[in-house]
């Protein structure tokens, strides 16, 4: 079984910093990318950020040059940090690891439960 647990989210006034983890455990083969996606009250689910297994990232366009995602390979962990942050970036937060859990079989998605970043006026 695999699990993604998530960290870091908390209340922040604007202008303030935060720092998300994301740990991946359980029988994992290989990661293929890692992710951060965020859903406000009444919105979709929308994408935060990406890094591949090869260090590319993707950043959506709102928190570009305000946060950036890193990864540890060797602990299965990927980051967000936030700086700069902004009462529109309050939002569930949500993990999203790509990975196989055998060699040569399809990777699968998993979801972490989301955490909570609230950023105050």
């Known amino acids: 079984q695999v699990q993604l647990v998530e960290s870091g989210g908390g209340l922040v006034q604007a202008g303030g910093s935060l720092r998300l983890s994301c740990a991946a455990s359980?029988?994992?083969?290989?990661?293929?990318?890692m992710g951060w996606y965020r859903q406000a009250p009444g919105k979709q689910r929308e994408l935060v950020a990406t890094?591949?297994?090869?260090?590319?990232?993707n950043y959506a366009d709102s928190v570009k040059g305000r946060f950036t995602i890193a990864r540890d390979n060797a602990k299965n962990t990927a980051y967000l940090q936030m700086n700069s942050l902004k009462p529109e970036d309050t939002a569930v937060y949500f993990c999203?690891?790509?990975?196989?859990?055998?060699?040569?079989?399809?990777?699968?998605?998993?979801w972490g439960q989301g955490t909570q970043v609230t950023v105050s006026s």
């Open positions: 999203k690891m790509v990975a196989r859990r055998m060699p040569l079989i399809r990777p699968s998605d998993y």
């Open positions: 359980g029988s994992i083969f290989s990661i293929i990318a």
């Open positions: 890094i591949t297994d090869g260090g590319s990232t």
